[in-house]
């Protein structure tokens, strides 16, 4: 069922080969030529699956909704609700490995400076209009146009707009302002989102995902089958689904055992043991290469001391704190991300918890007399959780960590990127694309932690530009020791979540993005 069309492939020098590509096609950080109608995960359960049905989802809304899948979506509803109605070019399947959506493949020169995207055929809009190449150079210009406001305008800031040229209705010429090896993992990226030509109102939404917009306000979005969906294999399975805003998180989860809700997002270790014993409620784990660090901004004081940052890091006793957050089940951080990326370096030392190097570290500052404001809120799973304990474990080095919790609906606007010491969340991306994001001096994201180093800028360069895949995950590696060193993040584990569902709820499957299938709600069905 899957067509793996690899010889149809060729890529110049140092490029993979065939034997290659079959021998390494799961390096994420390679430049990988593409192709295939379905993800792996696309069929997993297709055979126990059955149609019909509503799902009913519980989460915490953000601020008021914002129907263009552009700007930076404010809240949960928006993200759940873009990701269903729009496609990527490229996407994760569940072992993190990246795969075509809209795309059909990507390759480049030899320089990484002009790349050639494909796009399958036979995909069609909601309103029955087919796919082509036109929709994607309005997507990517329009995501590049300062007035905009795209969330992933950094993301692409590598290709030139302009120079943008139609080959024919599915093939499209990509060049670049600067050599970029691994441009596919930009397309599959949230806010990348493929949108038709010329579309200039969001009162109506017409993209090419498994669901229609049906309604949406402040307290529910429903969203209809598209029984036109391009994945084929019987997706989406529900007719509707619908997502609840339940700000509350002991309401949501008292939903979830009365069967008012048949999902709740986000959820914490407590809430899964809390439900274990409960044959009505399925506990469903996904390991993820998502982050939840503490951000400092490097540019505010205390943290524009290198000190005070390594203080943060040998504050955080990350052992506990993933106990309570992620029952112990998730993989523990060293202050770096992109655990799937082949550059992560695997071989540095597991920073450990030592309260009394960092309480050195603290008076040398001379911040013993200090308190500082952690800013979180009820959006990601257990937010609350680790950074309650984080400030609770960082007493034992004489730091006193005022924990301010904020409605959903306010985080993004009064403490998110306001305030000099946050949550952050980042979903799985590979070391130079989100480093592009938010370490590249001109990204747009950059402003949030106003960290880098001129040796690891230029490190990020020459990565960025190395078509050989081995070199690049050396310089990768090199890049990321520094960020370990020296960075902004308290990266204390990777999301091990816990997605709990109604009993009568089919169809979960690993994410490496997220819980809830990733957000991809079309291969949930009713039993």
């Known amino acids: 069922l899957i067509d793996m069309d690899v010889d149809t492939f060729k890529l110049e020098d140092d490029h993979l080969s065939r034997r290659q590509v079959l021998k390494t096609a799961g390096?994420?950080?390679?430049?990988?030529?593409?192709?295939?109608?379905?993800?792996?995960?696309?069929?997993?359960?297709?055979?126990?699956?059955?149609?019909?049905?509503t799902l009913r989802v519980g989460t915490p809304f953000g601020a008021a909704s914002v129907l263009d899948p552009h700007p930076a979506p404010p809240g949960n509803q928006d993200v759940m609700r873009n990701f269903n109605i729009f496609d990527l070019l490229f996407w994760y399947d569940k072992d993190g490995k990246?795969?075509?959506?809209?795309?059909?493949?990507?390759?480049?020169?030899?320089?990484?400076?002009?790349?050639?995207?494909?796009?399958?055929?036979?995909?069609?809009?909601?309103?029955?209009?087919?796919?082509?190449?036109?929709?994607?150079?309005?997507?990517?210009?329009?995501?590049?146009?300062?007035?905009?406001?795209?969330?992933?305008?950094?993301?692409?800031?590598?290709?030139?707009?302009?120079?943008?040229?139609?080959?024919?209705?599915?093939?499209?010429?990509?060049?670049?302002?600067?050599?970029?090896?691994?441009?596919?993992?930009?397309?599959?990226?949230?806010?990348?989102?493929?949108?038709?030509?010329?579309?200039?109102?969001?009162e109506t939404l017409n993209g090419t995902?498994?669901?229609?917009?049906?309604?949406?306000?402040?307290?529910?979005?429903?969203?209809?089958?598209?029984?036109?969906?391009?994945?084929?294999?019987?997706?989406?399975?529900?007719?509707?689904?619908?997502?609840?805003?339940?700000?509350?998180?002991?309401?949501?989860?008292?939903?979830?055992?009365?069967?008012?809700?048949?999902?709740?997002?986000?959820?914490?270790?407590?809430?899964?043991?809390?439900?274990?014993?409960?044959?009505?409620?399925?506990?469903?784990?996904?390991?993820?290469?998502?982050?939840?660090?503490?951000?400092?901004?490097a540019s505010l004081k205390p943290f524009n001391n290198p000190d005070v940052r390594l203080a943060m890091k040998l504050a955080a006793d990350r052992n506990t704190m993933n106990r309570l957050s992620y029952d112990g089940k998730g993989k523990i951080g060293n202050d770096m991300f992109g655990?799937?990326?082949?550059?992560?370096?695997?071989?540095?030392?597991?920073?450990?918890?030592?309260?009394?190097?960092?309480?050195?570290?603290?008076?040398?500052?001379?911040?013993?007399?200090?308190?500082?404001k952690l800013y979180t809120a009820d959006i990601w799973p257990a937010q609350i959780t680790h950074s309650t304990v984080y400030a609770q474990q960082a007493k034992k080095a004489g730091m006193k960590i005022k924990v301010i919790t904020q409605p959903a609906d306010q985080y993004f606007s009064k403490g998110y990127g306001v305030h000099a010491f946050h949550n952050e969340y980042w979903n799985y991306r590979p070391i130079l694309t989100l480093w592009n994001?938010?370490?590249?001096?001109?990204?747009?994201?950059?402003?949030?932690?106003s960290w880098a180093t001129d040796k690891a800028t230029k490190l990020f360069k020459a990565a960025s530009a190395e078509g050989n895949s081995k070199i690049r995950d050396e310089i990768t590696s090199e890049m990321m020791t520094i960020f370990h060193n020296d960075g902004p993040y308290v990266v204390w584990a990777f999301e091990t979540s816990q997605s709990l569902y109604s009993s009568k709820i089919g169809g979960q499957e690993n994410s490496p993005i997220r819980s809830l299938n990733g957000f991809d709600f079309s291969g949930f069905f009713v039993k």
């Not at 509707?240 to 939903?255: F, Q």
């Open 98 to 202: 990246l795969y075509p959506k809209l795309a059909e493949s990507c390759v480049s020169n030899k320089a990484a400076t002009v790349w050639r995207l494909k796009l399958k055929r036979g995909v069609l809009f909601h309103d029955g209009s087919a796919l082509t190449v036109d929709d994607v150079i309005y997507s990517i210009k329009r995501i590049l146009d300062p007035a905009t406001a795209a969330e992933a305008k950094s993301t692409l800031a590598m290709i030139d707009g302009a120079g943008l040229k139609k080959i024919n209705a599915y093939t499209l010429e990509i060049p670049l302002l600067y050599a970029y090896s691994i441009l596919p993992n930009q397309f599959a990226t949230k806010g990348v989102s493929i949108i038709k030509a010329g579309t200039t109102s969001f």
């Open 339 to 372: 655990v799937f990326d082949s550059g992560y370096p695997t071989g540095l030392k597991q920073r450990q918890y030592d309260p009394e190097k960092a309480k050195a570290l603290w008076k040398k500052a001379g911040l013993e007399k200090s308190t500082l």
């Open 27 to 53: 390096a994420l950080g390679a430049l990988m030529p593409i192709s295939g109608l379905l993800s792996p995960t696309l069929m997993s359960e297709a055979g126990a699956a059955k149609r019909g049905g």
């Open 437 to 449: 994001a938010c370490f590249n001096l001109d990204s747009g994201d950059y402003k949030y932690t």
């Open 209 to 297: 995902g498994p669901y229609k917009y049906g309604s949406g306000d402040a307290q529910k979005v429903t969203l209809t089958r598209n029984a036109n969906f391009w994945a084929g294999g019987g997706r989406p399975y529900l007719d509707t689904v619908e997502i609840i805003n339940v700000p509350d998180a002991a309401a949501r989860l008292n939903g979830l055992k009365t069967g008012a809700l048949d999902t709740i997002y986000p959820t914490t270790a407590a809430d899964g043991n809390a439900v274990k014993s409960d044959r009505r409620i399925t506990v469903f784990t996904s390991k993820t290469g998502t982050i939840q660090p503490l951000l400092m901004n």
